[in-house]
Structure formats: structure tokens, C-alpha cells
């Protein structure tokens, strides 16, 4: 099943689907893409970026489109929902569903949340919502479509903030973490630091440190060798580059310091880990 609704004049595209045919398969190879996955009726295996995962029934990932993602084609209860950032900016909408650097680009690895009945009563609904939209073929049909992702965000978000250590988190704190996140996600291949994260956000490394073991159970430094480790696993899985050249690319003057950073952080060489991968996948 794939269900799509496209604008050739303004590019946009938002897709339904179980990625149950050769068409939704393709989508996977499809650059500029976020991805909204729901497993709706049974555990479903998942390979995002270098790891392997099983989404539980009603769990709910949202990957960007970073992720290098792959579904088995024979999947049983998945359900996605795709679209590009011409369909919906996160970026320039996120006074409106706060998801940028919570929902997406909130931490190196996807966000995953589990829906209670309710949640997945209400999840339900607006699928059927969207089915409806998607066979009404007029002028509207664009708008309603991004009102009812508007609205699947927005629902997202606020079950994702009530699994915090601190759901009470006020709103303040809670733009400081997820605008920390943003600027790690543009900046990780030339800040390495806390400090330099600090300094453009005008706190102090101690205050982002206390904000974050208090609310969000990693540390300021974690979450940007995080990034800096999965960008290092995706150039060293899916590019032609060396390892010097990856180094290079993730802002290290010296090729000895990322191999060094990198088996801090994964317990084996650069060179050894993209060995090790590719007999697994043989």
C-alpha cells in the first residue's frame, strides 16, 4: 500500500504506507525524506543506521532524513508516514509543533514512544483521517493533509515530553534543551566542546550540565559525541571515504585523534568496525 499526495509546483510530497511494495521499498533510497513508523499490531525488526531494533507493538519512531533505514518487504502491521520538508518544514513551522530538536534531531538515535490504548485509539483515528484526505483529489486536499500532520506532531511531542524524567519540565528548560540539540546537529563537525555549545547559547557549561542530568539523563558532552559517532559510522558504512578523509570531514586535524576518539567510543578501530560490518552483512 502506498497512498501519496504530490504538488509538481511546489514539490511537496506526503506519503502513506506499509512499505509492503516495491514502490514504498524505493522510498528507502530516496534522499530528503522524514519518516514516521508505527507498528500497529505486532513487533516489527527495523535497521536504522548501524543497528538492528524491533519496534514493539504501538512504539512509534521518528527518523530524519538521515537515518539510513530498511524494512523486511513481508513486515505485518507497519504503518509510515513519510513527507519532505517542501511538504512541511520543521524547521520553519517549529513555533507551531516544537518538534525541531525533540522529536527530530533530539538525540543520535531516532526517538522512540509508546502508545498507551488511548494514544492508540487517537493514533488510529487520524490514520483514517488521513485515508480519507488522501481520496479527495481538489485544491484543499494539500492544506488538510498538513493540518493532520500538525496535529500527529503535536500529539507525538507532548507524549514524548510526559516520558521525561521530569515531565513537569517548564518551557523554558525545555526550549533550552531541544535549541542545544539544533545547534549540535548543525555544528557537531566543528565543536566538540560544551563549552563552545555554552558560549552560543550564553550559559555557563555547568548550568546546560545540571539542565541536562536533571531532565534529560545524558550529559551535554554525551549527546555530541553521539553525534559525532553515528556520522563517523554512516561515512564509514555507506561513503567511499578513508578514514583520514572521514576524520577531515568530522573536524580532526589529526586522522590519529578520530581513530582514537572513535575506539573510545565503540571499543574498535574505525578500520575494524567496517570489517566486522560488512562480513555480518555478507
Known amino acids: 500500500m502506498k497512498l501519496s499526495y504530490s504538488s509538481f509546483k511546489d514539490e511537496d ?3 502513506l504506507t506499509d512499505f509492503k511494495c516495491g514502490p514504498a521499498q524505493q522510498l528507502f533510497s530516496e534522499k530528503g525524506l522524514y519518516k514516521i513508523l508505527w507498528s500497529r499490531d505486532q513487533p516489527v525488526p527495523l535497521k536504522v543506521d548501524d543497528y538492528q531494533l524491533s519496534l514493539c507493538k504501538d512504539e512509534v519512531i521518528f527518523c530524519t532524513p538521515l537515518n539510513v533505514i530498511d524494512v523486511p518487504i513481508d513486515n505485518e ?3 509510515a508516514f513519510v513527507f519532505n520538508k517542501q511538504f512541511f518544514c520543521i524547521q520553519t513551522h517549529d513555533d507551531q509543533v516544537s518538534c525541531q530538536g525533540f522529536l527530530f534531531f533530539g ?3 531516532p526517538q522512540v514512544i509508546k502508545l ?4 492508540s485509539a487517537d493514533f488510529e483515528l487520524m490514520h483514517q483521517m488521513f485515508l480519507n484526505d488522501l481520496s479527495v483529489k481538489d485544491q484543499l486536499q494539500g492544506e ?3 493540518s493532520l500532520l500538525k496535529r500527529l506532531l503535536i500529539s507525538s511531542t507532548r507524549l514524548l515530553r510526559n516520558e521525561m524524567p521530569d515531565p513537569s519540565i517548564g518551557q523554558t528548560h525545555m526550549d533550552l534543551i531541544r535549541e542545544y540539540n539544533i545547534l549540535v546537529e548543525k555544528h557537531f563537525k566543528e565543536f566538540h566542546k560544551v ?4 558560549n ?8 546546560l550540565s545540571n539542565l541536562f542530568t536533571k531532565h534529560v539523563n545524558k550529559s551535554p558532552l554525551s549527546m555530541i559525541n553521539e553525534r559525532i559517532m553515528l556520522e563517523a559510522k554512516r561515512l564509514l ?3 567511499d571515504l578513508s578514514n583520514d578523509e572521514i576524520g577531515t570531514e568530522l573536524g580532526y586535524k589529526d586522522s590519529s585523534h578520530f581513530s582514537k576518539f572513535f575506539k573510545k567510543h565503540s571499543g574498535v578501530s574505525p578500520k575494524i568496525f567496517k570489517q566486522n560490518k560488512l562480513v555480518s552483512t555478507n
Do not use: C, V, W
Open 107 to 109: 538525540s543520535a538515535q
Open 195 to 198: 563549552k563552545e555549545y555554552a
Open 77 to 79: 502491521g507497519l504503518l
Open 13 to 15: 510530497l506526503f506519503i
Open 200 to 207: 552560543l547559547l550564553h550559559k555557563s557549561p555547568k548550568t
Open 237 to 239: 558504512l555507506y561513503s
Open 116 to 119: 498507551s490504548d488511548k494514544n
Open 144 to 146: 488538510m493533509l498538513r
